[in-house]
């Protein structure tokens, strides 16, 4: 079935098409681009000639063949609809990637729930976390990390079959949080007090999380390189090479995130070729700091009703910095009341 589909996919592929529409989000990235709200489209639909089937979340986790369907499934989608997405694929494994190199044990949702898995916190509490320092270095193909280093592999060997695919579908990297996220997610929600009782754990952790997230990029990057100085990343381009998350940060004070998030997001940008930041809830209360962050270039944000957006505007448009994938509702009310985007602003 894959390679029916994929044949599918290849002829369907205008290189004419597909070039414009590169050239567009190139010239927005590289603050060429003027108007409003940048929402770029494709010159024309290509509807499928195949039948494309649905593959749920667990049956892509279970079996490569099913992940690619489900991947190439989204680019198929946006070639019939004519839209704006960059092709992109991802060894989809969800947020319990690294979690899981460092030794959490993996949660899988209900087949119905047809969402991604997570990690459970490790067991022992600071003992746990303890016994993950004292192991050291993990072994980047433990946990989940055999499976999503085997389906780059799978993606590449494809790439090479249908250089349509290969030329214009993008292989982003995996789902690695940032450092305080994978931090939550293998102290789990006590990690909020043991911040303030034992913050030299909590450090520490950070540091071989870090430091971890850094070998693996390295190694993905010798698999996988990707073009400079651009990526993409859930079919949105940025400039710089990784999308950290930061979704854990709204539960922190300014000061809070000044100590244990700011220093390990930028080293992360310093080794690893600046990027974009994702966040979820609200984030104006921090958002001044991360916006001081060397080689960030990009915020992803997906809640801008909890934020005081004037706050956000001014500590990233304002200051250079891209809001991409922003819910078009916001900017359509900034514009509503006179508020300048500065050609930064881009909106599905």
Known sequence: MLEVLLEDLERRLDARVEDALHVEWNRFVDGEWRGEIFSPARTRAAPPL??????????????M?????????????????????????????????????????????????????????????????????????????????????????????????YPAIGRYVHLYHPDLQGPMDACELLWGSSLFLDALDRPDLVHALLTLITETYIRFMRAWDRLAPAGAPYAVHWSLLHAGHIMLRDDSAMNFSPAMFREFILPYDQRLLD??????????????????????????????????????????????????IALIGLPRPAA????????DLRNRVHCW
């Open 50 to 63: 195949a039948g494309w089937p649905e593959v749920t979340v667990n049956e892509a986790i279970a079996d």
């Open 65 to 161: 063949e099913r992940m690619a369907i489900q991947q190439f499934g989204m680019c198929s989608r946006s070639l019939a609809a004519g839209d704006g997405a960059l092709l992109a694929v991802r060894c989809n494994y969800g947020t319990g990637i690294l979690p899981s190199i460092l030794g959490a044990e993996l949660f899988i949702m209900p087949d119905e729930m047809n969402t991604l898995p997570t990690s459970i916190p490790v067991k022992g509490g600071v003992d746990g976390i303890q016994a993950i320092l004292e192991r050291g270095a993990p072994d980047l193909r433990a946990g989940l990390g055999a499976r999503v280093f085997d389906m780059a592999e799978r993606y590449l060997t494809l790439f090479e079959r």
């Open 271 to 320: 080794e690893l070729g600046g990027g974009a930041i994702h966040f979820c809830g609200k984030g104006d209360h921090y958002i001044e700091q991360m916006s001081t962050l060397r080689g960030l270039t990009a915020i992803n944000m997906s809640q801008p009703e909890y934020n005081d957006m004037e706050t956000i505007y001014r500590n990233t448009i304002d200051k250079g």
């Open 332 to 339: 359509e009310e900034a514009l509503q009341r006179g508020r």
